[in-house]
């Protein structure tokens, strides 16, 4: 899967709430070879300021070359790309780094949170090419319901069960995404899939080491290149000596691999 | 008589490139990241990461952060050092038709000398780039760069044991950066490269802190590129050697601007990052801009701006 | 307990200010200019472009260019000279409250000292800034602010004729900017302020000439952010008179870097030619942040990410 | 006449060339103390890249606090204003620096070249506002008829005579601006009032001598304030001792107060 650079048209433009929006662009080449997981790195203006591309996950992939993004106001980056146009091209390049990976032996449990669910459909959908809806559960949180109602009817349409929670209460359980893990049963051996915010992947992370659950985690990190060139994405690995790169090595990580700190 | 396919070749003391565009070191991995995205046959050069004798683990995160027309990194010259090097990186550049350059970096006089040594056993090896001027390391105090003796003390050292063409990159964070180019002249270089990063920092003003967990980075891109083209000038007026632009240069204009100012080629460093194909697109632009302006070679463009 | 009315108070030496944003010299003019857009009496203070003993006519143009984030000028220092600022432009800046601070230049010790002198005379005139650092000027050589001697002697000679505070303006073309500060700090200097433009240039590829009719001109704006910020902390780490802190600020985020960086006060001033009201919303956007915050005293940021 | 700075919305936006569209903007405060002959400072991009404000005459004064911009795409600033959209706010300063001086003495030749006409039609209407049309005459040239067709229709929708010359002969004579001054009677005293590329009023200002008429000439230089704060904006001045300001002592001098190289 080599990187490819694009400049994809936008397609489509959906505006799920009012920092979160869907793009979805024509970048054929690009999707054909991407997998759950990976991710794209998007030039945010023509000018030089801001100068970095910024990185998203590949949120789905769609028929007819289809990639969509899901993007969520953060800075002047993405606000600039918030206010992109359909029949506007977006600079892409991707696909980048390692995915989640995935296959027929475990129960599969896909925890988000926010922002993070992002990369989490593409992973269902390709997850149930070869498993039963049943195999897969999908544990989502976030702030408030807007952010995610869309998506959770997204699994939804699926098959799959959600189950979600949100810190105000306005959607599902009030609390955090590791108090719908704790009721689980042991189901073994389990596989979670998780991408969030760095205290929830923490908190996750420990969850499974608790249940003895094998668990990847999507970490994000500043990055300039995203091709393995800078080494500006280092995180620390777990024996504490010396670094990963997140566009390289990741962002997808077995949980053991890293440090948490 | 119009020009029809303008001559882009220029040399570097004995080594000769089909054209003065080269990636700057630290920008471009070790080629191999950019090869589906750039034809690597068709750079003047490569300059791949700088290589120390043993590998260097780097400085903690975060190690970037994104200023107005910049970036500032500390990545402390993360490298796989010179063994790993050449068993895993090398291979692969043995095959790209494009002439190798390695930057090379270390901590005494001995550490350059031994990576000297080691690298002229390696005919791919077309140049060193000597690093002298990095700001990120801590360690050994004032940077090489900084200090006209020093300077001169690495660059005799590297000569002594490279027989090809010996670069030094020099640091802009000097008060006078022609006498340090004076300097490695008379000790021997082949050329001069420049500028390396400028030393910067940012800070976070939500949790009060240095973005960077150095404190200090490089700051390299755009907002440089007047500070390098003016270094360029200021290091033509004072030496013969061929000098090679780096800073900030994004388009063919750029390059062109560090060629008239007295550039025999130039390296493209952060932009690699933000537009992949920038090289490519640099060496089709200067060969339009003489086609356009009827020069039949790219050398006549260096230094014209210091003779009109 | 919430802050509701931030103590935006600040000293340099005996210097009471309102508030820590001031107008950097060169681009405010004489006040006057901004009358219309700004409201001067909110303003920290207020700093004219540089007066010289006689009137001087400055460069020839073309005397600005554009770069990415930031701007190049060789202004050559133009300027109405001593008496005519007394007479012309004096009057205007005496009915506004705000503090007045002069900026100076000269070819020689003697002429800083005779500047010093007059405008000693002056009630309004709350503080000197000593500008050693133009990058612009060709004549007398290499600039003071580049050598610690030469620094120390201007210093001193101001030092010795005006009373009121003495501010000495730093430039950021040298090696070791903690070098220089240290050397004013001795001579007597109650607040040193940096930087000073960094010296860059530009070429037309289509003339094949300089930008700048002067060549090299000074690079302000943005892009030169990191590196005023970066010599700010430097400075703060080495001297212990109060630092005020210039280098593309534009937003109230900016100034508040260079104070958890250790300056006492900012300055702005490219971003005057961009955002006229700027200094305004940067003194609203302090109170903000600090209210925001919870902090009391904008005096608690001041060096603030240098002990945490 | 002091200048202010207001977020102008775009009311309208024509496109006369492929390189030249016309602004109008609502900017009542500004609008009302402009005089022909003055610019204003208008903010090219949001970001940092480009910089720093463009200068453009005034165009045109309209009832209702509208005010015009005539912009033809040069470089990076003047493409990407080209691109604003009606709704969209301009951010823009003025009135700024010294207009055209004129009165009922004199006959009037306005003398413009390419997008250097931009001020001539304000300058026009408020002659006429005590003078009669026969007092007025207008020279026009331009590299290509599209260049100014739409301009000259401006003029003589004014009741005014109207001489145009192109470079390519596709609009009136073939030739240049001053071609259209050589003939004209020696009327006396007149005014020129000129505007355009360099070498046009150097040329404009040499009929004028031999003539004997006196001339205003507009003039342009990059610019960085426009507020006479940086100084940037120096022009040598004809006793070649020292330099006006662009921004403050004009953009519009009697062409004998400046060098002409
Ligand atoms: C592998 C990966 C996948 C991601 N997937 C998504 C996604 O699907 N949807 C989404 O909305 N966001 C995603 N992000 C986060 C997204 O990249 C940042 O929110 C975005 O870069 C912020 O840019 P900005 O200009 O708006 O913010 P600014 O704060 O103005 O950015 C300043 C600098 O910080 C960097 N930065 C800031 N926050 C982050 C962050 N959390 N991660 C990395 N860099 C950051 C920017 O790249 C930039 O260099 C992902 C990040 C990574 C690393
Ligand atoms: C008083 C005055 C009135 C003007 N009136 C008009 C007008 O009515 N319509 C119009 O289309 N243009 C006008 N111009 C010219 C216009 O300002 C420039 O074309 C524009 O600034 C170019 O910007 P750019 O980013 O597209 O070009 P770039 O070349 O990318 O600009 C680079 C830099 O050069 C400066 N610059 C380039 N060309 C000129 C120029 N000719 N004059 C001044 N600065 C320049 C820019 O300000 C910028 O700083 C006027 C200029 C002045 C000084
Ligand atoms: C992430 C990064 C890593 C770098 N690593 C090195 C290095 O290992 N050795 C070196 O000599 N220069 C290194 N540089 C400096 C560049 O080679 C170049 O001199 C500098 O970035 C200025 O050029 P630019 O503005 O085009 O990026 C690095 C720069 C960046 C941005
Ligand atoms: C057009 C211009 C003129 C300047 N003139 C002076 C001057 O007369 N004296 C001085 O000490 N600094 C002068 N400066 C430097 C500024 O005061 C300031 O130090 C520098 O521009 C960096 O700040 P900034 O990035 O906010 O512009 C000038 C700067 C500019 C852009
Ligand atoms: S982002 Fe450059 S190495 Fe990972
Ligand atoms: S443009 Fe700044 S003084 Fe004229």
């Known amino acids: 899967m080599p990187a490819l650079q694009q400049k994809a048209e936008i397609i489509r433009s959906e505006k799920l709430t009012d920092d979160i929006c869907r793009f979805t662009v024509q970048a054929p080449d690009i999707a054909a070879d991407s997998r759950p997981g990976q991710f794209v790195m998007v030039r945010a203006a023509e000018g030089m300021d801001p100068l970095l591309r910024r990185p998203f996950s590949i949120h789905q992939v769609r028929d007819g070359g289809l990639l969509q993004i899901l993007l969520k106001v953060i800075g002047k980056g993405t606000q600039a790309l918030s206010k992109m146009q359909v029949g506007q091209h977006m600079d892409i390049l991707g696909p980048l780094g390692r995915g989640f990976t995935y296959n027929s032996k475990h129960h599969h449990y896909l925890v988000g949170g926010g922002i993070g669910i992002a990369p989490l459909l593409f992973l269902a959908k390709q997850i149930l090419k070869k498993n039963e809806p049943s195999t897969i559960n999908v544990l989502l949180g976030a702030r408030a319901k807007d952010e995610i109602c869309t998506l959770v009817d997204d699994f939804a349409g699926m098959g799959l069960e959600v189950k979600v929670c949100t810190e105000d209460g306005s959607l599902g359980k009030q609390g955090l995404v590791t108090d719908l893990m704790a009721p689980l049963p042991d189901e073994n051996p389990a596989m979670v899939y998780t991408c969030g915010p760095y205290p929830m992947l923490r908190a996750v992370v420990g969850v499974c080491r608790d249940k003895n659950w094998a668990c990847q985690v999507s970490l994000e990190t500043i990055m300039a290149c995203g091709l393995a060139a800078c080494l500006g994405c280092a995180v620390l690995r777990a024996d504490m000596n010396g670094y990963v790169h997140v566009c390289k090595d990741g962002p997808v990580f077995n949980a053991d691999d890293v440090a948490w700190l | 008589?119009?020009?029809?396919?303008?001559?882009?070749?220029?040399?570097?003391?004995?080594?000769?490139?089909?054209?003065?565009?080269?990636?700057?070191?630290?920008?471009?991995?070790?080629?191999?990241?950019?090869?589906?995205?750039?034809?690597?046959?068709?750079?003047?050069?490569?300059?791949?990461?700088?290589?120390?004798?043993?590998?260097?683990?780097?400085?903690?995160?975060?190690?970037?952060?994104?200023?107005?027309?910049?970036?500032?990194?500390?990545?402390?010259?993360?490298?796989?050092?010179?063994?790993?090097?050449?068993?895993?990186?090398?291979?692969?550049?043995?095959?790209?038709?494009?002439?190798?350059?390695?930057?090379?970096?270390?901590?005494?006089?001995?550490?350059?000398?031994?990576?000297?040594?080691?690298?002229?056993?390696?005919?791919?090896?077309?140049?060193?780039?000597?690093?002298?001027?990095?700001?990120?390391?801590?360690?050994?105090?004032?940077?090489?760069?900084?200090?006209?003796?020093?300077?001169?003390?690495?660059?005799?050292?590297?000569?002594?044991?490279?027989?090809?063409?010996?670069?030094?990159?020099?640091?802009?964070?000097?008060?006078?950066?022609?006498?340090?180019?004076?300097?490695?002249?008379?000790?021997?270089?082949?050329?001069?490269?420049?500028?390396?990063?400028?030393?910067?920092?940012?800070?976070?003003?939500?949790?009060?802190?240095?973005?960077?967990?150095?404190?200090?980075?490089?700051?390299?891109?755009?907002?440089?590129?007047?500070?390098?083209?003016?270094?360029?000038?200021?290091?033509?007026?004072?030496?013969?050697?061929?000098?090679?632009?780096?800073?900030?240069?994004?388009?063919?204009?750029?390059?062109?601007?560090?060629?008239?100012?007295?550039?025999?080629?130039?390296?493209?460093?952060?932009?690699?990052?933000?537009?992949?194909?920038?090289?490519?697109?640099?060496?089709?632009?200067?060969?339009?801009?003489?086609?356009?302006h009827n020069i039949a070679s790219i050398r006549d463009l260096i230094g014209r701006a210091r003779h009109t």
């Open chain 2, 1 to 292: 008589m119009a020009v029809e396919q303008p001559d882009m070749k220029i040399s570097i003391g004995s080594l000769r490139l089909k054209n003065p565009v080269m990636t700057a070191s630290g920008t471009f991995g070790y080629g191999e990241e950019y090869a589906s995205l750039v034809n690597l046959n068709l750079l003047g050069a490569i300059i791949v990461k700088g290589i120390s004798l043993l590998p260097r683990k780097g400085n903690p995160p975060t190690r970037i952060a994104e200023t107005a027309c910049g970036m500032l990194n500390a990545i402390g010259l993360e490298n796989v050092g010179l063994e790993r090097f050449l068993s895993e990186k090398l291979p692969f550049l043995q095959d790209i038709s494009t002439p190798l350059i390695v930057n090379i970096l270390g901590d005494t006089v001995e550490d350059y000398q031994q990576l000297a040594k080691r690298l002229n056993e390696e005919e791919k090896v077309a140049a060193l780039e000597v690093n002298i001027s990095c700001p990120n390391v801590k360690q050994g105090g004032v940077a090489f760069g900084t200090d006209p003796h020093m300077a001169h003390a690495v660059t005799k050292g590297v000569r002594q044991h490279f027989k090809r063409p010996v670069i030094v990159k020099l640091s802009p964070n000097v008060t006078d950066i022609a006498e340090i180019a004076l300097a490695v002249e008379e000790a021997g270089a082949d050329a001069v490269s420049l500028i390396n990063t400028v030393l910067g920092m940012a800070i976070d003003i939500d949790s009060g802190k240095p973005k960077l967990a150095n404190i200090f980075g490089g700051l390299s891109g755009p907002a440089i590129k007047p500070i390098a083209l003016r270094m360029v000038w200021q290091v033509a007026e004072n030496v013969s050697i061929p000098i090679i632009g780096i800073g900030g240069i994004a388009t063919p204009e750029d390059a062109i601007e560090f060629l008239l100012a007295g550039a025999s080629a130039i390296q493209v460093g952060t932009t690699n990052f933000i537009n992949p194909k920038a090289t490519e697109e640099i060496i089709h632009g200067m060969g339009t801009y003489l086609r356009e």
